[in-house]
C-alpha cells in the first residue's frame, strides 16, 4: 500500500485528457481509492471539464446548417476539380460564417420585433405616438445587415469566379 502523502494533483488534468502513460495512469487510479483529497480533486477538474465541454457544444454551429454547406462545398468541387479544393474551402467557410451570422443575428432581432409589435398591439393606441421612433429605427439596423450580408455574400461568390477565371487561364496558358 502507497503512503497517502504520496498525492497526484499535478497528474490529474493529464490523467483526464488521458495523456499519462500506463504506469503514471496506474498510479493516479491506484492512488485516489485510498486518497479522498486527490478524488475530490479529480471529480471536481472532470465537473469543469464536462461544463466546458457543454459550453462549448452549445454555441456550434447546428448540424443541418452545417450539413448544407458541406454539401454546397462538395457540389462545388466536383463542379470545379478537386484541385481548387482550398480556394472552395475558403469561399465555403466565408459562407458557413455569413449563414452563421445571419442566423444567429436575425433569428433573436424577428423575435423581439415580434414580441414587440405584439405589446404594442395589446397595450393600445398611446404608444403608437412610439412607433414612428421605433419603425425608424428597425429599418436602418436591418439595411446594415443584409448590406453586410451581400457584401460578404459577393465576396464570397467573387472568391468563386475569380478561382474559376484562374484555372481557365492557367489552362489555356498550358495550350
Ligand atoms: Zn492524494
Not at 398591439?121 to 425608424?136: L, S
Amino acid at each position: 500500500m502507497k503512503k497517502v502523502t504520496d498525492h497526484v494533483e499535478e497528474l490529474l488534468s493529464a490523467y483526464i485528457d488521458h495523456e499519462l502513460t500506463e504506469e503514471e495512469a496506474h498510479r493516479v487510479r491506484d492512488h485516489i481509492k485510498t486518497c479522498e483529497s486527490c478524488r475530490e480533486t479529480l471529480y471536481s477538474l472532470q465537473h469543469v471539464r464536462d461544463q466546458l465541454h457543454d459550453a462549448y457544444e452549445k454555441v456550434e454551429v447546428p448540424a443541418s446548417l452545417e450539413q448544407a454547406v458541406m454539401a454546397s462545398i462538395a457540389v462545388l468541387e466536383r463542379k470545379t476539380g478537386v484541385a481548387n479544393g482550398f480556394g472552395i474551402w475558403l469561399a465555403g467557410v466565408i459562407s458557413l460564417i455569413v449563414m452563421g451570422a445571419t442566423a444567429a443575428l436575425m433569428a433573436p432581432i424577428l423575435i423581439a420585433i415580434a414580441k414587440f409589435l405584439y405589446k404594442l398591439a395589446g397595450i393600445g393606441i398611446k404608444i403608437w405616438q412610439t412607433v414612428p421612433i421605433v419603425v425608424g429605427a428597425i429599418p436602418y439596423f436591418t439595411v446594415i445587415l443584409y448590406g453586410a450580408t451581400i457584401i460578404l455574400i459577393i465576396v464570397s461568390v467573387g472568391l468563386l469566379l475569380r478561382l474559376r477565371f484562374t484555372g481557365s487561364y492557367d489552362r489555356r496558358e498550358l495550350l
